[in-house]
């Protein structure tokens, strides 16, 4: 078996609403983000807590990513599984727990097979336990996800205890999302095979329908995907029309696409001056709605206004220069340099060039497409990048 299956659990959001999109992602590379290595990070603190707390022996994982906050997801994670884990063995005394087990579901999917974080079979009620370290908050209640992996526990596990119901659980304290759907084992039997058998036989073939929908995000083939490419510009052309009361026909320009599954490079180009205009009325459309329910308290059906991430600060510094001093602790200062901008306020602009100008260099700016209609001008990049330009 590879590391991923075609048909995994992790993706199954997409392959069942969407079945060819598990063929046709196989075409494009399986790229890692910095989130993804977090998660991978994070995932290996809570594998070795939980052994830990089971009195397995392992090294404690290293990595740049296990900040404070990290830790304290991982800890609620641990002790979520703790809670579970305690609650189960008042009626089963001998529960199985299983973590980072491969679980095959190829049963009702070809190939398939997931890697669930943990699992505690028992009579009477199996648990799958999910941790997720993403922004996005994630739904529990007939997560196929969590039901896939719970199928696959069924296989491994439902000979040795007498399981009549499967708990499944997603701990995602980034967005204080720790919450349990429970399902009768005959629920999710009939689940897998009335409506995962038929649509992962399509999945496995690259058959069915081209469906766009919100589990297109993170899909690979979403640039180049012409029913995604399809559904956006006939939303465009609705809304255009609507606020400008122009002709629907000359709203969307006339696109006619070769492929019908997969965009070409011409075919992408003609569509951005389009895409730019629908991204600038999103953004437009988000910036009202936002203000209007932040500032306003207008109410957007479906949305709510939740309080983003806040970074911890001392209520008052000199008090806790204070308090530090006091307490013995006396290396609590840093020196550092003021900025260019203080520097030239400190010296003033002639005296600042004259004494500093030679130091002073910027470097290149980021990269951006935009317009030809933009009015700077186009870089270069046939030409060999300087690291540095010297400002006289
Ligand atoms: S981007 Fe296209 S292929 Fe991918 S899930 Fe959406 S509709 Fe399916």
């Avoid at 720790?178 to 399902?183: E, I, M, Q």
């Avoid at 026909?249 to 696109?255: G, I, Q, R």
């Avoid at 030409?383 to 010297?390: L, M, N, R, S, V």
Wanted: aromatic share 10%; proline share 5%; hydrophobic share 35%.
């Amino acid at each position: 078996m590879g590391k991923h299956a075609l048909l995994s659990a992790s993706s199954s959001h997409r392959w069942l609403n969407c079945t060819p999109s598990a063929r046709l992602e196989e075409y494009y590379p399986d790229t890692s983000t910095r989130y993804a290595e977090e998660g991978t990070a994070a995932h290996e603190l809570c594998e070795y807590k939980v052994k830990h707390y089971l009195h397995g022996r392992m090294p404690r994982p290293q990595s740049e990513f296990y900040t404070e906050q990290i830790e304290r997801y991982t800890d609620v994670y641990l002790h979520f599984f703790a809670d579970t884990l305690e609650e189960v063995k008042q009626t089963c005394p001998v529960p199985l727990v299983m973590v980072e087990k491969q679980l095959d579901y190829s049963n009702y999917a070809p190939d398939g097979f997931g890697t669930a974080d943990c699992i505690i079979a028992a009579d009477g009620t199996m648990h799958v336990i999910d941790f997720k370290t993403g922004f996005q908050y994630v739904e529990v209640r007939e997560n196929p996800q969590l039901m896939l992996y719970g199928l696959g526990a069924l296989n491994a596990c439902s000979w040795m205890y007498d399981i009549q119901q499967v708990a499944l659980s997603i701990v995602q304290p980034r967005v204080d999302n720790v919450a349990t759907y429970t399902c009768s084992v005959e629920e999710l039997i009939r689940w897998g095979n009335t409506y995962v058998k038929p649509r992962a036989a399509l999945a496995y073939q690259g058959k069915g329908k081209l469906v766009p929908g919100e589990h297109c995000r993170f899909c690979r083939h979403q640039a180049h995907c012409v029913a995604r490419a399809e559904e956006a510009l006939h939303l465009a052309q609705e809304e255009f029309c609507e606020l400008d009361g122009t002709d629907k026909t000359d709203a969307v320009p006339n696109v006619r696409f070769k492929n019908p599954a997969t965009l070409d490079h011409r075919e992408i180009e003609a569509l951005l001056p389009m895409l730019h205009r629908i991204s600038e009325w999103i953004d437009e459309v988000f910036a009202y709605v936002s203000e209007e329910a932040i500032q306003h308290g207008v109410i957007w059906k479906g949305y709510k206004v939740v309080e983003g991430r806040s970074v911890r600060r001392f209520t008052d510094e000199k008090q806790v220069e204070q308090v530090a001093v006091a307490a013995g602790y006396l290396d609590i200062y840093k020196k550092s340099l003021i900025t260019l901008t203080e520097f030239e306020k400190l010296m003033g602009k002639k005296k600042f060039q004259e004494i500093l100008g030679g130091l002073v260099c910027r470097p290149p700016g980021k990269l951006t497409l935009v317009p030809e209609t933009d009015k700077r001008p186009a870089v270069d990049l046939t030409a060999a990048p300087d690291e540095f330009t010297a400002l006289d």
